[in-house]
């Protein structure tokens, strides 16, 4: 099994007592991405506004060109960069059909950052949202197949990976076949640098969003969204960075990029866009692709399972109980809040969500850490 402690010698070693096992939120940094922040902030000194020339050149083009390759994508002028996703939602959002209230489909599952917002402006009447149930996970992917068929969406939004209880929905080149007219979003977060990822048979159809926050280990200001070529062409919440390597619009309207530029916004903070370069170039140098990162989390999944009734949470059933699942496990719990403050007090970082305890698992753990995770739970 993977030991790469040493490469996270700086989140490791501010707290030796702490166990971190959250894995599927904010994530230890690998020490390269310190050396990257401060490369950001030198940069600014010696350059000042000089400075646009490399991020929105050539650090810009290295980090599309990893991404592209992580996720097969055939062009990564598709990609864009935002400080977080929400930015992408609102851009998506302003892109719909004018004149009528926007049809959304998703479902009830989806993380804050698109479920809020599309709430909030059903709330004015602004988008009708059809919510299928997210859970039984089997059944989730086939309703929204036959709900798309039925046609007439402007919209379809569907997490890759479930953030609440790490069910995959397997299959979603179904879902671009039935979506129609609408423009497909695929929230990506708990996929990206979790598990493998292929959007070959989708870069033509589908936009895909995910960022650095969590598996990518870059941290925050580092989101990214992939834009099918010639699907909303035109967001109404843009930025000037948007008119960047646009051709002149016909009859002096606003110009737009062609490419995934179309969906840029304004001036950013840029520091975390090189924590996200060297994080993935850190783990290319060291032969980590998704599918190793995917296999070293299931291997301390397993071993965390087979000791579980030795612990506090013997007895607590899994939300995803079967082999297919993300990087983090999610047990049924009642009053899981003070589940997560009880192991608080025991050292042990996680967190959760309703009524779930989710435990993360990820490159910066080794079974030293696994084992150190079980001990706890036997004494606690």
Known sequence: ?????PHFSRFLGSDKDRLHFAAHSHHPWPDVTRDAQLAAWDLAASRIDGKWAEVLGPLWQRLQGRIAVLLNLPD????VFAPNTHEFVGRILSALPAGRVPRVLTTDGEFHSFARQAARLEEEGLLAVTRIPAEPAA???PRLVEAARGGGYDLIWVSQVMYQTGAVLEGLEALAGAAGEAALVIDGYHAFMARPVDLSALAGRAFYLAGGYKYAMGG???CFLHCPPGWLPRPRLTGWYAAFAALAAP???TPYA???QRFMGATFDPSGLFRLEA???????QGLDPQTIHAHARALQARFLERQEETLLAGAQLAVPGPVRGNFLAFELAEAGAWQARLAALGIVTDHRGQRLRLGFGLYQSEAELDALLRRLRRG
């Open 1 to 5: 099994m993977l030991d790469l402690r």
């Open 76 to 79: 990564p002028a598709t990609l």
């Open 139 to 141: 059944e989730c992917l």
């Open 220 to 222: 925050e200001g580092c």
């Open 251 to 253: 009859g002096g309207g």
């Open 258 to 260: 062609r490419d995934g």
């Open 279 to 285: 994080s993935l170039g850190w783990a290319q140098a």
